[in-house]
């Protein structure tokens, strides 16, 4: 095989592992198993707003950064945090320099079910990586940490 050949081939192979992957990571039934362990009240989107919060400098944001950061309409975004606020995950504040302006912050129920979900993907990574060597774990990272960084530097 040519080594053309051979580069499109390894490719395709990785494109198939990605997809599944990130196929298993986003499927219902996968994240609906792991919640259900601590809570099982809030979808993998709202986990998603949940992260986004906790991670952001002042840990809130307006209802539009949040739109912005995540790529979601509004509309979405607006019914998936009143869902969150009913089950106490996040709450709403008035900025105090303009009044029309609301924050979102997440709670300390949000950030407890942030740190259990954290923990529980820890523990699932540490079970795959028991049975390599240390050499295949630190060359899997460094070669998947490269990778990740070509994607986006080509990206730019």
Same mark, same amino acid.
């Given at each position: 095989m040519d080594k053309n050949k051979s580069l499109q081939n390894d490719v395709e192979l990785l494109q198939d592992v990605l997809a599944k992957l990130f196929r298993h990571l986003?499927?219902? &039934?996968?994240?609906?198993?792991?919640?259900?362990? +601590?809570?099982g009240q809030i979808d993998h989107s709202s986990f998603s707003i949940i992260h986004c919060l906790l991670n952001s400098?002042? &840990? *809130?944001?307006?209802l539009n950064e949040l739109s912005s950061i995540l790529q979601v309409e509004a509309p979405f975004l607006s019914r998936k945090t009143t869902e969150l606020q009913d089950l106490g995950y996040l709450k709403r504040t008035r900025?105090?320099?303009? *009044?029309?302006?609301? +924050?979102?912050?997440?709670?300390?129920?949000?950030?407890?079910?942030?740190?259990?979900? &954290?923990?529980?993907?820890?523990l699932?990574?540490?079970?795959? +990586?028991?049975?390599w060597t240390e050499k295949d774990r630190s060359n899997f990272i460094k070669l998947l940490d490269q990778f990740v960084n070509q994607i986006i530097k080509n990206q730019e």
């Amino acid at each position: 095989m040519d080594k053309n050949k051979s580069l499109q081939n390894d490719v395709e192979l990785l494109q198939d592992v990605l997809a599944k992957l990130f196929r298993h990571l986003k499927n219902r &039934h996968t994240w609906q198993k792991m919640i259900n362990k +601590f809570d099982g009240q809030i979808d993998h989107s709202s986990f998603s707003i949940i992260h986004c919060l906790l991670n952001s400098s002042s &840990h *809130k944001l307006t209802l539009n950064e949040l739109s912005s950061i995540l790529q979601v309409e509004a509309p979405f975004l607006s019914r998936k945090t009143t869902e969150l606020q009913d089950l106490g995950y996040l709450k709403r504040t008035r900025s105090t320099d303009d *009044k029309r302006q609301v +924050f979102l912050e997440a709670t300390p129920k949000a950030k407890e079910i942030a740190l259990k979900i &954290h923990q529980h993907r820890r523990l699932t990574t540490k079970k795959v +990586f028991e049975s390599w060597t240390e050499k295949d774990r630190s060359n899997f990272i460094k070669l998947l940490d490269q990778f990740v960084n070509q994607i986006i530097k080509n990206q730019e």
